[in-house]
């Protein structure tokens, strides 16, 4: 069988060899296409290839009658539909690991340039200025490098640090002992990493957990003339805060390749001669762009001839009738998840997963991934999607165990989930209620009835007349509205848990008063 493929946007031909090598393709490279162009043309290919030029919108999707697979060659997927490529049975697939060596190399650049201020030096002698005092930097040997984030960049940048004869210690929420061991580093928690490092830089996604998590306080106990590198993702550093710290002399020098507005032209830190920066240079190479292209070139291939592919980004398409028994579960089973998750405030080990009621006649396995990304996604982010969660709770050590029973449990149907981390266990279940939508019906050992969305607030404390008054009084006093209540108890006087849903975020301020209440065990705020 014979092949048409399309490339829409501008690939090198060493990105598209693979797709040279194969017999059985018809190449088209078309980058001039109108969207108009490209909707009338669509019909005529199997694959379609991309960078971010192209819009993959639905309108597209819809007149795309014989297209199979759609390649984006880099990370990012933001310009296509994955919705509707998914309800069209399109797998969508990219490039997550062709710019992993470019973003370690970038780092290490800015770290290099930053200790030697490479840069500054350059510009004065562009304005001819010979001032080799002013200019005197430091040695990366036996200093120290916190990494925040060993993902498969951070991790590569850690080696060739110790190429440099530098101390590594890193964070990691997924890193374990044995981990560190193995690549020889050093490991702690966030605040014992940069509170030992000499530089510092980061290598996270940006969540609601990593935002500005670079701020005022953590600068507050790192050493003096300490220095910052970012070629993660703008907002991960306060940059208001950075910019107070460098004044102040805390910080001796940043190195800045992404930032939280891009494009960055006119922001106060610029101005300051401590400060390198690039205009989001991290992936910019020729190799960089010849790998994500070559990545994705040989995952469109194997799939036209093999339905196999390495680096899926959207669901597998199942049967329709399958999908639409099933369906109607997905925001339940990735609510359970995040919920929990949020509920522990720590790294999953051990995930359990039981399907009762008519689950059992189903295949839950679509279940089983959404749950799990709704897990992952608190720690790893956005590219956690439906097809890679497992593979990504494997490759962090997460354990995930799934069974099905056709016993009722008192609902049609029930999922009930419960993780294991360190410290903890904690349990989860809900069902779908016919007309009404998902139910949060028992945490742990109390019954409730949530809806799981929104703003929650889940507080473990002693049956005693007046605490739910006080817990009220308090959350007035921060202007937190209660929308709805469920309060469960073990037996009179015994444990208790109170479950709400307010109007807005619970800020750490009142979290923290109404966790002193003497009666109050707990206080955990969760949004979904």
């Given amino acids: 069988m014979s092949f048409n493929i399309l490339i829409s946007d501008p690939l090198s031909e060493e990105g598209i060899y693979p797709l040279r090598q194969a ?5 088209v490279m078309d980058t001039g296409l109108t969207n108009e162009q490209l909707e009338e043309r669509i019909h005529e290919f199997d694959a379609l290839l991309v960078r971010s030029q192209t819009q993959v919108t639905r309108s597209l999707i819809s007149k795309a009658t014989n297209l199979k697979i759609i390649g984006r060659a880099g990370v990012g997927v933001d310009n296509i539909d994955l919705d509707a490529a998914t309800e069209y049975g ?8 062709g710019n992993t060596n470019s973003a370690a190399e970038h780092t290490m650049a800015m770290l290099m340039a930053l200790s030697r ?77 940069i509170k030992q490092a000499d530089f510092i830089t980061v290598h ?22 300490v220095q910052i590198i970012n070629c993660a993702r703008g907002g991960i550093i306060d940059e208001d805060a950075l910019y107070d710290a460098i004044l102040s002399g805390k910080v001796a020098g940043a190195a800045l390749d992404v930032f939280e ?62 999908l639409a028994k099933i369906e109607p579960y997905f925001d339940l089973a990735e609510k359970l998840g995040a919920f929990l998750i949020d509920l522990t405030n720590e790294v999953a080990e051990e995930v359990s997963i039981s399907y009762s009621g008519e689950l059992y006649d189903m295949d839950v396995s679509p279940l089983t991934r959404n749950l799990v990304k709704g897990i992952l996604k608190r720690h790893l982010g956005s590219h956690v999607n439906d ?65 799981p969305k929104g703003h929650m607030v889940v507080i473990q404390h002693i049956d005693q007349p007046g605490v739910i008054g006080r817990m009220g009084s308090m959350l007035a006093k921060h202007d937190v509205n209660i929308a709805t209540m469920q309060v469960d108890r073990s037996d009179i006087g015994g444990n208790a848990m109170m479950m709400l849903t307010i109007d807005k975020h619970l800020e750490q301020d009142a979290l923290e008063e109404l966790q002193n209440l003497e009666e109050i065990k707990e206080v955990v705020a969760i949004d979904l």
């Avoid at 002013?134 to 060993?150: A, S």
């Avoid at 994500?292 to 597998?316: G, R, T, W």
């Avoid at 593979?391 to 049609?412: C, D, H, M, P, Q």
């Fill in 204 to 225: 996270t996604p940006l969540l609601k957990e990593t935002r500005h998590m670079i701020n005022a306080d953590a600068f507050s106990i790192m050493k003096n003339g």
């Fill in 387 to 451: 097809v890679n969660a497992l593979y990504l709770a494997e490759r962090n050590g997460i354990a995930i165990n799934e069974n099905k029973t056709s016993v009722l449990k008192g609902f049609t149907n029930l999922i009930s989930v419960e993780i294991k981390t360190k410290t903890k266990q904690r349990t989860v279940a809900g069902t779908l209620l016919n007309g009404f939508g998902p139910r949060i019906v028992k945490v742990d050992n109390y019954r409730v009835d949530v809806t």
């Fill in 90 to 97: 399109i797998i969508v697939v990219n490039a997550p690991n």
């Fill in 23 to 27: 017999d059985n393709v018809n190449i």
């Fill in 117 to 193: 201020n490479i840069p500054q030096a350059y510009h004065a002698l562009k304005n001819q200025k010979w001032d080799r005092k002013k200019y005197v930097g430091v040695e990366l040997k036996n200093k120290t490098l916190g990494i925040v984030g060993l993902g498969r960049i951070g991790v590569e940048v850690a080696a060739r640090a110790k190429g440099q004869r530098m101390n590594v210690v890193a964070y990691d929420p997924f890193l374990t002992e044995e981990k560190a061991e193995k690549l020889g580093i050093g490991y702690g928690t966030f605040e014992e990493v």
């Fill in 261 to 322: 507005k891009e494009p960055f032209m006119d922001h106060k830190l610029l101005e300051l001669p401590e400060v390198v920066a690039t205009p989001h240079l991290g992936a910019s190479t020729i190799e960089a762009q010849e790998s994500v292209a070559i990545d994705v070139s040989h995952d469109v291939i194997s799939f036209l001839n093999e339905d196999m592919v390495k680096n899926p980004v959207n669901l597998p398409s199942l049967p329709k009738e399958a």
